[in-house]
C-alpha cells in the first residue's frame, strides 16, 4: 500500500541518528577497558537479553517461523557480527571523526547494491553523487593517514563495515513491513552474539583480558541499551514505514554528531583538507539520494 509515513518513524529515524552519532565517541572510550570483539560480544548479549525479555511480555507477540529465522540469522551475521568486527577494530585504528565520515558512505553503498542486485534505475545525478563522495572518501583516507591520527588499514575496516550496514539496509526493509521492530531487533542481537562468541573466544585466547575500568563500563551500558537496544529498536521502527533509500538519508547527519562529539569530548580537530573532503563526501551522499523516489508500505503487527 501507499501512504504517508507517521510522524513518530520520522522523530524514530532522528533519534537513531543521534544515538548512533554519539557511539563513536563512547566506543572509543569502551575500547580502553575491552579489546574489540569481547566489546561487541558483552554488549549484543546485553541488549539481546533485555530485548528477548521484552518481547516475550507481548501478550500478542506471534510465532517464530523457520524462515524468518534463517533471514534473522543472515542479519544478524551481516548488521552486528560482521559489521561490528570491522567497525570496533576500524575505531581502533583511526579517529573517531574519520570514522564517523566514512560511515556517511552508507546510503552511497545502497544505491550501488540496489543498482547491481535489485536492478534498481539511477539517473546521471545519482551515479554523480556517487562518484563524488568516493572521491572525497579517498580524499579523507589519503589524508587521514597523515595527519589527526587516523590511519588508512582503520579507514579501510570502516568503510568494510559501511558496506555491511549497507546489506543489512537492504535485507531489513523486506522483513520489517511484516515482523515488529520489537521481535526483529531482539533476534538480531542474539543472533549477532551467537556469530560473535567464537571469535570474541579466539581473541581472549590471543590477547587476553582486560580488566574494565568504570569509564569502559558505563561505554559497553550506553552501546548496549543506548545502541543496540534503543538505537536498533528505532532505526528497524522507521524501516517498518520508510523505505530503506529514504532511511539512509538520515545517516547523512550521524557524521555531524559523531565529529561534533569527537571535538567535544576527544579534543578531536579536522585540518582544511579534511574539512573539504569530508564536505565532498557529504555532497556527494545527498546528491546521491536527494531525487530518489519509493513507495511506501503499511507494515503488519507482529
Known amino acids: 500500500m501507499h501512504g504517508r509515513p507517521p510522524a513518530t518513524a520520522y522523530v524514530a529515524a532522528v533519534g537513531m541518528t543521534v544515538a548512533f552519532g554519539i557511539s563513536f565517541v563512547v566506543t572509543k572510550e569502551a575500547l580502553r577497558g575491552f579489546h574489540p570483539l569481547l566489546l561487541a560480544l558483552v554488549r549484543f548479549t546485553l541488549a539481546g537479553g533485555v530485548l528477548w525479555g521484552l518481547w516475550r511480555l507481548r501478550r500478542r507477540r506471534g510465532r517464530a517461523t523457520r524462515a524468518d529465522l534463517l533471514r534473522l540469522a543472515a542479519l544478524g551475521l551481516v548488521s552486528l557480527?560482521?559489521?561490528f568486527a570491522l567497525e570496533i577494530n576500524g575505531l581502533a585504528r583511526t579517529t573517531a571523526s574519520a570514522a564517523a565520515i566514512l560511515m556517511a558512505t552508507i546510503p552511497i553503498f545502497v544505491s550501488v547494491l540496489a543498482a547491481l542486485l535489485l536492478h534498481e534505475r539511477s539517473g546521471a545525478r545519482q551515479w554523480l553523487g556517487v562518484a563524488?563522495?568516493?572521491?572525497?572518501v579517498a580524499g579523507l583516507m589519503g589524508l587521514g593517514s597523515?595527519?589527526?591520527?587516523?590511519?588508512l588499514s582503520g579507514d579501510a575496516l570502516i568503510l568494510g563495515a559501511a558496506l555491511c550496514a549497507a546489506v543489512y539496509n537492504l535485507m531489513a526493509r523486506r522483513l520489517l513491513v511484516r515482523r515488529s521492530a520489537l521481535y526483529v531487533t531482539a533476534y538480531q542481537n542474539l543472533f549477532g552474539a551467537l556469530f560473535m562468541a567464537p571469535l570474541a573466544l579466539a581473541e581472549a585466547l590471543?590477547?587476553?583480558?582486560?580488566k574494565p575500568a568504570s569509564g569502559a563500563l558505563i561505554g559497553v551500558l550506553y552501546l548496549a541499551l543506548g545502541c543496540s537496544l534503543l538505537g536498533f529498536l528505532l532505526l528497524n521502527y522507521a524501516f517498518r514505514f520508510i523505505p530503506a533509500s529514504r532511511v539512509s538519508i538520515f545517516v547523512n547527519a550521524t557524521p555531524v554528531v559523531g565529529v561534533a562529539a569527537a571535538y567535544v569530548v576527544l579534543g578531536e580537530r579536522f585540518t582544511a583538507a579534511q574539512l573539504v573532503a569530508a564536505a565532498v563526501v557529504i555532497a556527494?551522499?545527498?546528491?546521491?539520494n536527494s531525487g530518489a523516489r519509493s513507495a511506501v508500505r503499511s507494515p503488519s503487527g507482529g
Not at 206 to 210: A, E, F, H, K
Open 146 to 151: 597523515e595527519v589527526g591520527g587516523g590511519g
Open 206 to 210: 590471543l590477547v587476553g583480558v582486560r
Open 284 to 288: 556527494g551522499v545527498w546528491l546521491a
Open 81 to 83: 557480527t560482521l559489521y
Open 132 to 136: 563524488l563522495s568516493f572521491l572525497g
